[in-house]
């Protein structure tokens, strides 16, 4: 389910040092890519704060603002602008990045290591994270197998928690 946070609510974002409790979906484990911390409305990070719309749309790593924050699945995403916040509304799954935010080259290993917008590929209109440039640049040299390990791996990790692979 995708909401709209009231602006006023959104002015702050106060972290939390308490790991999220609650999953969108109670049997699986850390299906999202997410910040330890909580936002204001109570809902973990998603992105690093990235604007996920303008990542996978125009390669452009901007930062989101609080004041443009949908919450999609239990996560909150911020916007740089409110077009960019009401176009991901509208289909968030068209926007998310492929494999809850993780890096899809450790998906391809059936690890889920951390996915970092600066390091990003859109293939195909999805959006891929990479945990680092020198990952990244391995992505590169064989993008088509790396991609296609990680959507054969994704469907049995996908429910793991993190701490278990």
Same mark, same amino acid.
């Given at each position: 389910?995708?909401?709209?946070?009231?602006?006023?609510?959104?002015?702050?974002? #106060?972290?939390? +040092?308490?790991?999220?409790?609650?999953?969108? *979906?109670?049997?699986?484990? /850390?299906?999202?890519?997410?910040?330890?911390?909580?936002?204001?409305?109570?809902?973990?990070?998603?992105?690093?704060?990235? /604007?996920? $719309?303008?990542?996978?749309?125009?390669?452009?790593?901007?930062? &989101?603002?609080?004041? +443009?924050?949908?919450?999609?699945? =239990?996560?909150?995403? $911020?916007?740089?602008?409110?077009?960019?916040? *009401?176009?991901?509304? %509208?289909?968030?799954?068209?926007?998310?990045?492929?494999? @809850?935010?993780?890096?899809?080259?450790?998906?391809?290993? @059936?690890?889920?290591? *951390? &996915? =970092?917008?600066?390091? %990003? *590929?859109?293939?195909?209109?999805?959006?891929?994270?990479?945990?680092? %440039?020198?990952?990244?640049?391995?992505?590169?040299?064989?993008?088509?197998?790396?991609?296609? =390990?990680?959507?054969?791996?994704?469907?049995? #990790?996908? @429910?793991?928690?993190?701490? =278990?692979?």
């Amino acid at each position: 389910m995708t909401h709209y946070v009231p602006q006023l609510l959104l002015a702050l974002t #106060i972290a939390a +040092f308490v790991p999220r409790t609650t999953t969108p *979906d109670a049997d699986l484990q /850390d299906p999202y890519n997410v910040s330890t911390g909580t936002t204001l409305v109570g809902a973990p990070l998603g992105v690093h704060g990235f /604007d996920p $719309y303008l990542l996978g749309t125009v390669g452009a790593a901007a930062h &989101g603002d609080a004041a +443009f924050t949908v919450v999609h699945d =239990d996560v909150a995403y $911020y916007f740089a602008s409110q077009t960019s916040a *009401d176009r991901f509304a %509208a289909d968030p799954n068209a926007f998310l990045p492929q494999f @809850g935010a993780f890096c899809a080259y450790a998906v391809a290993l @059936g690890k889920k290591l *951390d &996915g =970092d917008p600066r390091f %990003a *590929d859109v293939v195909d209109g999805k959006l891929y994270l990479f945990v680092n %440039a020198q990952i990244f640049a391995k992505y590169l040299a064989n993008k088509e197998q790396v991609l296609a =390990d990680a959507h054969r791996k994704w469907p049995t #990790i996908r @429910g793991k928690a993190v701490g =278990d692979l």
